[in-house]
């Protein structure tokens, strides 16, 4: 079912750092790219979002790179902090169609 | 302004058995979204429902089924239990049907299937 590619995994990155997690899809139905953050136990969090009209979004320390030839998009954390250290999905919603489909995750660990 | 709350947060169940989860929507929140979330893996879309009505399902079987009520909190019931339907179950609400209005999560209902 899964039709949003996530990588890398899982992510290590020193406090201060740029973390990059990258995501590819297939479907060009596919007119909505959010961004989600789930700290242990809890629900995912919107954190970010893009459409494809645009190539690219910040918010704050937060950017989403958007590459539609290449159907594929990417959150770049500038400064990493150990407060960002969680798991990140990528995801992505049809037109006219609340079927998102998520990433399989990236578990980000910022080191002090 | 309260948060989407669910229930219980954790149970177990044989297989075979039924279980039904519970969902209360944000406040003003009339569109309710349920979600699989297994072990390591990324949310799994089940069904959405708007204003009582299913209003799209991802692929999962009829054995997966749901209600929303008047006061726009759900319901999502699961018969005859599988191994494989141990998971988080996220329920999110938003406001309207638009696909780029925010999803609010709660913190979801942990089932085991012994």
């Known amino acids: 079912q899964q039709q949003v590619k996530q990588s890398p995994q899982s992510l290590i990155v020193q406090k201060g750092g740029i973390s990059i997690i990258n995501c590819a899809y297939e479907n060009t139905a596919f007119d909505y790219f959010p961004w989600y953050q789930q700290f242990p136990g809890k629900g995912p969090a919107l954190l970010i979002a893009?459409?494809?009209?645009?190539s690219e979004k910040k918010e704050g320390r937060f950017t989403i790179s958007f590459n539609k030839s290449a159907k594929q998009f990417s959150l770049h954390i500038m400064d990493s902090q150990p407060g960002d250290s969680a798991t990140y999905f990528c995801a992505a919603s049809p037109r006219n169609n609340n079927d998102m489909r998520f990433g399989a995750g990236t578990r980000l660990t910022v080191k002090p | 302004e309260t948060g989407v709350t669910q229930s219980p947060t954790h149970l177990i169940k044989t297989r075979g058995q039924q279980v039904t989860l519970r969902c209360s929507s944000q406040s003003g929140h009339n569109t309710v979204s349920w979600y699989q979330q297994a072990l390591g893996q990324g949310p799994q879309f089940i069904f959405q429902?708007?204003?009582?009505?299913?209003?799209g399902r991802g692929n999962f079987p009829p054995r997966f089924s749901g209600l929303q009520f008047p006061n726009y909190s759900s319901e999502l019931n699961v018969n005859a239990l599988e191994l494989d339907d141990s998971a988080l179950y996220l329920c999110a609400s938003k406001a309207g049907l638009a696909t780029t209005g925010e999803l609010f999560f709660g913190e979801g209902s942990r089932l085991t299937v012994l």
């Open positions: 893009i459409r494809p009209d645009v």
């Open positions: 429902y708007y204003r009582e009505e299913e209003n």
